[in-house]
């Protein structure tokens, strides 16, 4: 059993950056591929980014790509989304998620991650 907490959100202006982290306990964090999604009001959680548990592999939604970026540190069990150049329409709530173990491909829907965070609040004024 893996527990995800996040952390890092906050409000802020656009143009500015967040660097949001995911802490895990309970497993084995460096077996799981880990990923970002996020809910903005009325609308459907989304896919924002993923790592493989190799930190080899990455994945990005078209929306965020060049400006976010997904990393990990195994050896400290925590994962991150640094964000750059936030906009109004990124506000949303991350949150983190984990699948695997040893999963051997980097998913992106919702349905193919096992556990969950809570959620940390992101809200970029204009």
């Known amino acids: 059993q893996v527990q995800l907490v996040e952390s890092g959100g906050g409000l802020v202006q656009a143009g500015t950056s967040l660097r949001l982290s995911c802490a895990a306990s309970?497993?084995?964090?460096?077996?799981?591929?880990m990923g970002w999604f996020r809910r903005a009001p009325g609308k459907e959680r989304e896919f924002v980014a993923a790592?493989?548990?190799?930190?080899?592999?990455?994945r990005y939604a078209d929306s965020v790509k060049g400006r976010f970026t997904v990393s990990r540190d195994n050896a400290k069990t925590t994962g991150h989304l640094q964000m750059l150049s936030l906009k109004p329409e990124d506000t949303a709530v991350y949150y983190c998620?984990?699948?695997?173990?040893?999963?051997?491909?980097?998913?992106?829907?919702?349905?193919?991650?096992?556990?969950w965070g809570q959620g940390t609040q992101v809200t970029v004024s204009s």
């Open positions: 998620a984990a699948d695997g173990p040893w999963s051997a491909t980097v998913p992106t829907l919702e349905s193919q991650y096992e556990y």
């Open positions: 309970g497993g084995t964090f460096s077996g799981y591929t």
């Open positions: 790592i493989s548990w190799n930190g080899i592999s990455t």
